[in-house]
Nanobody, 127 residues
């Protein structure tokens, strides 16, 4: 069983930065590929970024590539999302996800059937 708790969301002006954190429980954290997804009002949840179990491989949605960076610390059992050059269209609830069997690449292809989800943290970017 893995529990995921996101933090770090808030209100920021366009062009600003935020760092989201995802604290995970469980001794087998390093066995899970991890990812960040987001859901804007009235829209479906979408892929943002994923990271492999070792942290060596990352994947990004085209809309955030070059602006967001995903990382993980297996010792601290944490996953991070550094978000720079934020835009109003980045406004959404951001969710942390974990999957034991799929690769980080596969997590980015389909959000369905993910093993664990956090409850989300709200990011609001004002223009």
């Amino acid at each position: 069983q893995v529990q995921l708790v996101e933090s770090g969301g808030g209100l920021v002006q366009a062009g600003g930065s935020l760092r989201l954190s995802c604290a995970a429980s469980g001794r087998t954290f390093s066995n899970y590929a991890m990812g960040w997804f987001r859901q804007a009002p009235g829209k479906e949840r979408e892929f943002v970024a994923t990271i492999s179990r070792t942290g060596l491989t990352t994947y990004y949605a085209d809309s955030v590539k070059g602006r967001f960076t995903i990382s993980r610390d297996n010792g601290k059992i944490m996953v991070y999302l550094q978000m720079n050059s934020l835009k109003p269209e980045d406004t959404a609830v951001y969710y942390c996800a974990a999957d034991r069997l799929r690769t980080a690449q596969a997590m980015g292809v389909s959000k369905n059937g993910m093993d664990y989800w956090g409850k989300g943290t709200l990011v609001t970017v004002s223009s």
